[in-house]
């Protein structure tokens, strides 16, 4: 699983809206419940963050277990990480 599921996680969450359980929307998306969760969870990070990802940007050991279950404000997502915003 990669980064790149977090561009994919507002179409999860749309999709959400026409199912009533997280299993009917996995059975929708054909992925597993432990997929949709994350991809969840990354759809709320920082578009900064997100775009330093995807490029490669991040340091070393700052990986999508690290991003996972971010802070819901943008910049304690940079401090959480160790990171300035940019």
């Known amino acids: ?34 997929q949709v969760n994350m991809a969840i969870s990354l759809a709320f990070l920082a578009p900064n963050l997100i775009k330093a990802a995807v490029e490669g940007r991040l340091p070393r050991g700052i990986g999508i277990e690290r991003l996972r279950d971010p802070p819901t404000e943008w910049s304690r997502q940079f401090e959480s990480l160790g990171l300035n915003p940019e």
């Open 1 to 34: 699983m990669t980064i790149s599921l977090a561009f994919l996680a507002p179409d999860l969450v749309r999709a959400a809206v026409e199912v009533t359980t997280v299993t009917q929307l996995c059975a929708r998306e054909k992925c597993s419940v432990r």
